[in-house]
């Protein structure tokens, strides 16, 4: 009985990750925010808006970059959705198959890191979808857009 119960939890552990989701990633990128003692980023509907719109201009033009083939930067997306920034950064990721996997990915690069615990973002917004952009591989791809207002 004790094996097969090891077993069990062994086996069933990999299912408690958690699927990528807006949420599960907000919760994820807070909690490293909170261990550094920085106020919790709140996800911001605008921004939301502009990580989808962002996302589907990769799609559209076959790329996968901070800026876009013809040098729009990524914080084109925000002005039509009214976000009025003082800050603005971009994290994207792709192939990812769970939050934690995600983000701790993240928390491995300098660039995405700094934009996760930067005292300067008070708000998100995020894109996700299933699959790769330009139809290669397999997981997902986010975008999750950060920024402070005016």
């Known amino acids: 009985m004790t094996r097969f119960l090891a077993l069990f ?10 699927d990528i ?5 907000v919760a994820a990128m807070n909690e490293y925010r909170a261990e550094h003692h920085l106020p919790l980023l709140r996800e911001d509907l605008r921004l939301d808006a502009a990580a989808n ?8 033009q076959g ?9 729009r930067s990524p914080f084109t997306w925000l002005a039509p959705h009214e ?6 950064g971009e994290n994207l ?3 990812f198959e769970t939050t934690e996997l995600l983000v701790a990915g993240w928390m491995e690069s300098p660039g995405h890191r700094d ?30 857009m950060f ?4």
């Not at 790329?63 to 040098?71: F, L």
């Not at 976000?83 to 603005?88: I, L, P, R, S, T």
């Not at 920024?147 to 005016?150: C, E, K, P, S, W």
């Open 63 to 71: 790329y996968w970059a901070h800026e876009s083939p013809d040098g």
């Open 21 to 25: 989701t807006r949420a599960s990633v």
């Open 147 to 150: 920024g402070a207002t005016r």
């Open 115 to 144: 934009n996760i615990l930067s005292p300067h973002f008070e708000d998100c917004g995020i894109a996700i979808i299933d699959g790769m952009t330009m139809r290669r591989g397999t997981g997902k791809s986010i975008v999750v």
């Open 9 to 18: 939890l062994l086996v069933a552990t990999p299912a408690l990750a958690s």
């Open 93 to 95: 990721a792709s192939g």
């Open 53 to 60: 719109d962002r996302m589907r201009d990769m799609e559209d």
């Open 83 to 88: 976000y009025d920034f003082h800050y603005a």
